[in-house]
Structures are given as C-alpha cells and as structure tokens.
C-alpha cells in the first residue's frame, strides 16, 4: 500500500494522468485521496474527475497543505511559474515528486523556503498500463522513508530503479523515451509486413507478439541479447540476410545516436534553469 494521506498532483497533463490510473488500478489507494490542480484547462480536472472520481479541489491552496505527497507533473516550461505560484504553500513533512523531464532536484529545493524532501522521477507513459521502466534519485532532504514512498507509488505502475541524479539524463535518453522508439520500430515491421503481402491486421499481430515473444525471453532466460540473436540465426539463412541489412543501414548505431541526442536534449533542458535560488 502506498504509504500517503493525501496526494495532490500539480498538472494534469497525460503523465499525471497515466500515475492516476496506474495508482487507482494497482493500489489500496483511494480517489477521495486525491486531488489535482492545473494552471489553466479546468476541462481537463473535469475530466479527470469524471473517469476516476477524483476531487475536483474548490480550494487550491488548501489542496496543497493537506497533502503529504505533492506530485510535480507540469510541462519544463512551465516549472518555474508552478513552484512560484504554489511553492509557497509547501510545508516541512510533506514530500514532493517530480516527474518533470530535465528539471534538477536543486533547481527546486533551491525556489523552496524550507528544507523539503524532494525526490526526482523518470517515468514513461508504459505507466497508463502499469508497464513503465521508472528511475528515482532522491535530494538533500529526503529520507529512506520518503524515497519507499516514491518506490511504492511507482512500483504500481512498472518497475523501479534507484540511481544517481547524475545519471537522469541518460535515463531519460533511454527509458524515458524509449517508448517512442519501439512504436517506431513497430511501424516500420508493419509496414514491411504490409509490403510483403500481408493484410495490415496479420502485420499488427505477428508484430505485436513477436516483439512480446522476444521481451519475455529476455526476461525469463536471463541470457545476453547476442546470445539469443546467434541463436536465431542460422549462417546462410533468412535471419542472417535480414540482420545483415539492418547492419548495412547501421541501426544499431542509428539507435545509440537517438539515445545520446535525448540524453543531450535532458542536459540542455536542465542548464536552461538555473539552479540559483530566487
């Protein structure tokens, strides 16, 4: 059970939505127990309140005080503006999480006026199916009980790693968008499939399972990538002619460089917030 009171989610974008979903679906923990604020687009609270019978707070601030876990999911942008508006109302034995993409943990402990636990977090969308590869580092402040909460809430939507803040960026190049990646590569098997005379919803399953297929093996067998792909293929054959061609076309570099971009990307993201206090 995830060890809070009372959540408040600050922004209601997709990603708080995907840990409302996975919260209430994966865990003891109650809609009454939550509310969510978001700076402009009140139809989206409605929404939200509507699909998941979460509070629709008539009092923001108060929304804010009475939580024990305050859950930062606004957009980079929009960060600065957030902590300035409601940071304010954080209080000393509350915990805030952030699931904002680039956004350093002394960036915001240092626009707080009190020593506040916070803990960063990099989720992916996987999340909505409680699927996702999570990573948390924690800040100053925060305690091994306020990092087993973080655990806790995002254990209930996939899996949890804990790391050094200095390695979120390069999560977030990875796991964080990785996602993006396999829809791409899915795509691109479809299509293929399609081109090869298959009718679009045999591409779709075959592609689906096989990518499945091959994650659980990878997960149950516990062997290296290579092994299984020396495995499959036979010298001469039909995988062989395939994973030449994609050598050819250098995808696994092509793959390498987009995590390294995104991992540039977070870097860049984050030096565009000072971490000086206001």
């Excluded at 939550?34 to 009140?42: E, G, Y």
């Excluded at 948390?136 to 306020?146: F, I, P, R, V, W």
């Amino acid at each position: 059970m995830v060890d809070c009171n009372q959540i408040c989610f600050i922004g209601a974008g997709s990603m708080a939505e995907a840990l409302l979903s996975g919260l209430l679906n994966n865990t003891p923990t109650s809609a009454k127990h939550i509310h969510v604020i978001n700076r402009q687009n009140q139809n989206r609270i409605q929404y939200l309140s509507k699909k998941y019978g979460i509070i629709s707070p008539k009092d923001n601030q108060a929304a804010i005080k009475q939580a024990d876990t305050v859950i930062l999911a606004v957009k980079p942008k929009d960060i600065t503006h957030a902590l300035d508006q409601w940071g304010m109302y954080f209080h000393p034995g509350q915990r805030i999480i952030s699931v904002v993409a680039g956004i350093s943990i002394p960036f915001i402990e240092n626009r707080l006026t009190t020593r506040i636990p916070v803990i960063r977090a990099m989720p992916n969308t996987s999340c909505a199916v409680a699927q996702s590869a999570t990573a948390l580092c924690t800040g100053t402040h925060a305690s091994e009980k306020d990092l087993d909460t973080a655990f806790q809430i995002f254990s209930s939507i996939g899996t949890v790693v804990v790391v050094d803040e200095k390695d979120m960026d390069a999560v977030t190049g990875l796991s964080g968008s990785g996602p993006a990646y396999i829809y791409y590569l899915v795509e691109a098997l479809e299509q293929a499939g399609i081109q090869a005379g298959l009718t679009p919803s045999i591409a779709r399953h075959l592609t689906l399972q096989t990518l499945a297929g091959a994650a659980h093996m990878l997960m149950e067998t516990k062997e290296e990538p290579a092994e299984l792909r020396r495995k499959v293929t036979s010298p001469g054959g039909t995988t062989m002619a395939g994973l030449e061609t994609l050598a050819q076309h250098h995808f696994q570099k092509s793959l390498i460089h987009a995590v390294q971009k995104a991992k540039q990307r977070s870097k860049e993201l984050g030096k565009s917030f000072s971490p000086s206090p206001r």
